[in-house]
């Protein structure tokens, strides 16, 4: 067996920058309050464990133990506020080793026309939980306080409107008439309990990508809430919910293209499928592509050629006592996972993959390894993937391949596997692809520590590297 050279790594470690974005809902308080809070960060890196929220009030105090890191964007504390401090603006920051986020909050003195919005956080978000059709059902996603400490108002109406960039901006609104709010009264309501419900027309891809799922696609979803009366504008509020729902997607990595791309060229009868998922189990379906079919949707209703329940890894082997592929056809497959809830068991599917079977030609490697098979990195941090190929008799090469990262938010690579670690702590697959041959390892990222970052000015002024690298 020939020998695999020895690879020498290079590992880099970049500064955290201090970061000033997101929200903390709600963002305001009385004076004797006990408040939930909801923070949201933007390209921040929250921690369990490590993150440590406070105040710049020594008299506003953090409940033991309340902090609790739901993603590396959001977290949820409680704060006791005493009756005596002033009222005034202050700031929550939240400190992760050596990043730094601030966010304004406000005491209210007890007069005036106040309105407060308070976010539920919700990880992942569903589509049912903005229904229109039947928003009595929906889960509790936000609250609304109008507080009116001054004379009494009518004709109170209150607009929400629900806002993703990324998805061209307004996805939906909501309008609610409360008609009167006496002197001296505060009213609440929720996102179940509007009069109208609207989906904006330019929310189609967000619709489509929904409607796969059942979940809303992961990002920042600003929830805007401004009130008017008979008296003018009473006051509005915002805040964001950071969706992440890593756990539910499934990356496919191969054999195939998505189905907006031409078929790719498989010539093994034996093909071996592989994706990326942190589910728990998986069933995964084979079909074959009929003429003039090219829709994910009328593909899947085709009669199965194989399946497979309850797999437990993200791989599969097209077994030998399977239906034998035909030479010329097309063929394409989906997995269905499943992951255990705090709503139960959710179910899930992936995008469809297509390829079309030919026979005998194109094989020259068994298949192809990706090393290291797993390693841990810091944000920031740089790392060198390299893959080997194997022939059937156990021979190795050295070999060149498309390199590719899974989600692509964890990071980026170069043709030459250069990997840069990117702000989301999670697990994320470097796949490489040779040919019709692919596989996979797994980086997962943590948090860059302040240790590193001499040793990384040490680096480069050492090897003069470029920033890419």
């Given at each position: 067996m020939k020998k695999i050279p020895l690879i020498v790594v290079i590992v880099l470690f970049l500064p955290t920058a201090i970061y000033s974005q997101g929200s903390v809902t709600p963002n305001q308080a009385y004076p004797g309050d006990t408040v939930n809070l909801y923070i949201a960060g933007d390209g921040t890196n929250f921690q369990e464990g490590v993150s440590i929220v406070s105040v710049n009030n020594d008299q506003i105090t953090i409940v033991a133990g309340s902090t609790e890191v739901t993603s590396w964007a959001s977290l949820t504390t409680r704060i006791i506020i005493p009756p005596d401090v002033a009222a005034g603006p202050y700031q929550i920051t939240v400190t992760t080793?050596?990043?730094?986020?601030?966010y304004d909050f406000e005491l209210l003195e007890p007069?005036?026309?106040h309105v407060i919005l308070t976010i539920i956080p919700a990880d992942p978000l569903y589509l049912s939980s903005f229904d229109p059709d039947d928003p009595q059902n929906s889960p509790l996603v936000f609250l609304i306080e109008i507080i009116n400490n001054e004379t009494a108002n009518t004709n109170v109406f209150a607009t929400f409107t629900l806002r993703n960039e990324d998805y061209g901006g307004i996805i939906g609104t909501a309008e609610k008439n409360y008609g009167k709010i006496k002197e001296n009264e505060s009213v609440q309501f929720d996102n179940?309990?509007?009069?109208?419900y609207n989906i904006e027309s330019t929310a189609g891809a967000l619709l489509d990508e929904a409607m796969q799922t059942g979940m809303l696609p992961p990002g920042e979803y600003l929830y805007q809430i401004s009130v008017t009366s008979n008296e003018g504008d009473m006051g509005d509020d915002e805040g964001y919910n950071i969706v992440t729902n890593i756990i539910f997607s499934i990356d496919l990595i191969g054999p195939g293209n998505p189905t907006d791309e031409n078929p790719e060229i498989v010539y093994s009868p034996n093909p071996y499928f592989q994706w990326f998922s942190m589910a728990n189990a998986y069933d995964f379906t084979l079909y074959e592509v009929m003429e003039g079919q090219t829709a994910p949707d009328e593909i899947s209703t085709n009669l199965p050629v194989y399946q497979e329940a309850n797999l437990g890894t993200t791989q599969f082997l097209y077994p030998n006592y399977a239906e034998l592929l035909e030479t010329g056809k097309t063929y394409a497959w989906q997995v269905k996972a499943y992951f255990e809830g705090s709503m139960g068991q959710e179910t899930f599917y992936s995008d469809v993959f297509w390829f079309s079977y030919m026979q005998g030609e194109g094989i020259y490697l068994d298949?192809?390894?990706?090393?290291p098979d797993e390693v841990t990195l810091n944000t920031g941090e740089i790392y060198q993937f390299h893959a080997v190929g194997f022939h059937a008799n156990g021979d190795t090469v050295q070999i060149n391949c498309d390199w590719q990262v899974v989600p692509s938010f964890g990071g980026t690579i170069d043709t030459a596997g250069f990997f840069v670690a990117g702000n989301s702590l999670s697990t994320f697959a470097i796949v490489a692809k040779y040919n019709q041959l692919s596989n996979y390892g797994t980086v997962t990222v943590s948090y860059a520590n302040d240790s590193y970052f001499d040793m990384?000015?040490?680096?480069?002024?050492?090897?003069?590297?470029?920033?890419k690298h």
């Open positions: 080793n050596s990043e730094v986020v601030s007069s005036g026309e179940r309990e509007f009069d109208n298949h192809i390894e990706v090393i990384y000015e040490l680096f480069i002024k050492t090897y003069g590297l470029d920033k």
